[in-house]
């Protein structure tokens, strides 16, 4: 018996690691890509409005991002999570080897990125719904949270390396190889899941045909989803932009070269995310999925305090060394505080909703998004980095700590 539960667990077990491990390639490339295309705008825009820039192309992606959420439910029910997440994934290796060639050709890369934009937000939206559902059925994870927290410590660890490397290829080679790199490492992730099938059954959602009415009553029929999509709401408008706008703050902060401080950075939130499962593991010990992510987003918020005043104490070297520190603990409250988000709202209703309710939190979240990463670029460009990590903790806080109280208080109502 003991021979036979061996065959059975080792096809499950490499089933699971090839898909981790076509997961981390898809991250390194993301983490190179991100570092071309933001790179990209950030010198369009010259040195005084390089932020601005950089978030006029992330805002537009977002919103477009938060556009197709609503659309992902009923797509997915057509077509299959599974066929959905494999579509999204090829056509977006097809769009970034596209655009990474345009860019090494010699076309003009803000007008180019602005307008694929649509393309790529679309995409982002749809897999943003789709792949907590991927991650649960392929690691056959009891819960959404727990998936999540799982794939945290490879994807920490690929997008460490991407931003490394990435940061130090860009540094002297043209920024359209990091859009190339990234298309090209999409390309196994959408392989394996053709290839091999989940080790849990996929739920596809029953919502048919009616994208904005279906989010519009999830949220009005469950005060949990409501919940847990103001927390969602507050953490895109005050601490999400920090990761997406790192190569205009480090190039406010005067750090040379700044693709490779960049590339720096995102490597240290990496490593965060790597260590962020065992925050995740302690705090489910003693509270539910609400309330340990508002506690965890509100710690994030602390860090950004610490990351503006180092800023304004420090310089140089030293400065850039202790947000570097400072940048893993973000990274361990930021993903922890993500991974009990997206498990409150898989909690929020009944296990065949989950697709449906994921986009309604992701649709409202999103929407703001692209206001707090505008707001974040303004700041930066028209002030200091200093001024916008300062703020959004700030606001993280102020904000953060009424829904905290609130849940903890939901929970001992339903505890009575």
């Known amino acids: ?53 950089t978030g006029i192309y992330v805002s537009a992606v977002l919103l477009t991002s938060a556009l197709v959420i609503p659309y992902a439910p009923m ?10 997440f494999i579509k999204c994934k090829a056509v977006t290796a097809v769009v970034w080897l596209t655009v990474g060639f345009l860019l090494l050709a010699g076309v003009s890369g803000m007008p180019l990125l602005l307008v694929l934009s649509p393309v790529l937000g679309a995409l982002s939206g749809l897999g943003s719904v789709v792949s907590p559902v991927m991650n649960k059925a392929y690691l056959a994870s009891s819960g959404m949270a727990a998936a999540f927290a799982r794939m945290a410590v490879i ?57 904005w009415h279906d989010v519009w009553s999830s949220l009005r029929g469950s005060e949990a989803l409501r919940r847990v999509t103001m927390l969602a709401c507050v953490v895109a408008l005050c601490i999400a932009p920090l990761a997406l706008l790192l190569v205009p703050i480090t190039q406010d902060l005067r750090h040379e070269p700044v693709l490779v401080g960049s590339g720096l950075l995102m490597a240290a939130m990496a490593l965060g995310e790597a260590f962020s499962p065992k925050l995740v593991r302690r705090l489910s010990l003693a509270h539910s999925d609400l309330p340990s992510s508002a506690l965890t987003a509100i710690g994030a918020g602390v860090l950004l305090i610490l990351f503006g005043i180092s800023s304004v104490l420090l310089s140089g070297p030293v400065e850039l060394g202790v947000w570097t520190l400072i ?3 973000f990274g361990v409250f930021r993903f922890a505080s993500r991974a009990f ?16 309710s994921l986009a309604a939190m992701m649709l409202v979240a999103g929407l703001f998004a692209p206001l707090g990463t505008f707001v974040w670029s303004l700041l930066i460009g028209y002030f200091s980095a200093s001024t916008a990590v300062l703020c959004g903790g700030l606001a993280m806080i102020v904000l953060g700590v009424p829904i905290l109280i609130s849940a903890n208080s939901a929970g001992e109502a339903i505890s009575a």
């Open 1 to 53: 018996m003991a021979v036979e539960a061996n065959q059975v667990a080792s096809p499950a077990k490499r089933t699971s690691s090839a898909y981790m491990a076509a997961v981390g390639c898809s991250v390194a490339g993301s983490a190179a890509g991100f570092l071309g295309a933001t790179g990209t705008t950030n010198a369009a825009g010259n040195p005084g409005n390089g932020a601005v820039y």
């Open 75 to 84: 797509l997915s029910h057509r077509m299959g999570a599974r066929s959905l």
């Open 155 to 211: 994807s920490g660890c690929a997008w460490g390396i991407g931003s490394l490397l990435g940061g130090l290829l860009l540094d002297v080679a043209p920024l359209g190889w990091g859009l190339v790199a990234n298309g090209v490492l999409t390309i196994p992730l959408a392989v394996i899941v053709s290839k091999l099938k989940p080790l849990a059954a996929l739920t596809d959602p029953v919502e048919r045909g009616r994208p």
């Open 327 to 329: 940048a893993v603990g």
């Open 341 to 356: 988000t997206i498990g409150a709202t898989a909690e929020s209703r009944a296990p065949e909703l989950t697709a449906s």
